[in-house]
């Protein structure tokens, strides 16, 4: 039996264009659902094109009322019977409520090597810290913002003359191969860390 896979996106959803992609064959999973809290996110139109039922649950309608907007989102991905969450470029914090509920089935991708650089401005920040390299961690998603079990990680070198843009432009690729390598192992109860590094795709 394929699990099912519900991801949320805020924005142009190139990760999740790649996690839809990689699930065919033999792979353990499926994409049942992707889900935006922006209705104007390009990411809409482009899991339409890959025959992927979407649904927009606007965080906006909701206010302040964090539990509001999260008691409808979790609605939608239980009604879709969703087994496991993928964020993938999903702007919106979720509150400890909802990570304990969605505990060891939801994941996340974020653009750093977790434990590294929590939060935003990833790239710009491990270039003003003079660092040698920089990359990408997937992890499981819980009460603490991107502090969850690190899955796997992508590697850069970090270039004389690169900037916050070429980072991101360099690490987005690494991203779509890495998320889809993780989320793979993941659907089969597979913990094995995947490492990946630019050029070499180690994955150990
Ligand atoms: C990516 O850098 C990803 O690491 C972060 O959001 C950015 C955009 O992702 N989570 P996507 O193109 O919307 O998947």
């Not at 264009?17 to 033999?26: E, P, R």
Request: glycine share 10%; hydrophobic share 45%.
């Amino acid at each position: 039996m394929k699990r099912r896979v519900g991801i949320l996106i805020s924005g142009g959803g190139s990760n999740m264009v790649a996690l839809v992609k990689s699930m065919t064959g033999d792979h353990p999973a499926r994409p049942v659902l992707v889900v935006s809290n922006d209705p104007e996110a390009s990411g809409l139109e482009k899991a339409r094109a890959l025959g992927v039922a979407t649904a927009v649950v606007d965080h906006r309608l909701f206010g302040k009322d964090r539990a509001d907007f999260e008691a409808e989102l979790d609605r939608v991905l239980r009604e879709a019977g969703v087994e496991i969450v993928c964020l993938a470029g999903f702007m919106r914090i979720l509150t400890p409520e909802f990570t304990r509920k969605w505990a060891g089935r939801m994941l996340n991708i974020h653009p750093s090597l977790l434990p590294l650089y929590k939060g935003l401005h990833t790239h710009a920040r491990a270039l003003e810290a003079g660092d040698g390299e920089h990359g990408c961690s997937v992890h499981e998603v819980t009460a603490e913002l991107d502090g969850g079990p690190i899955l796997g990680q992508a590697r850069i070198a970090i270039d004389a003359g690169d900037t916050a843009q070429s980072l991101a432009v360099r690490l987005l690729p690494m991203e779509h191969a890495l998320y889809p390598a993780v989320l793979r192992r993941y659907a089969a109860d597979d913990r094995t860390p995947v490492f990946l590094s630019e050029g070499i795709s180690a994955v150990s």
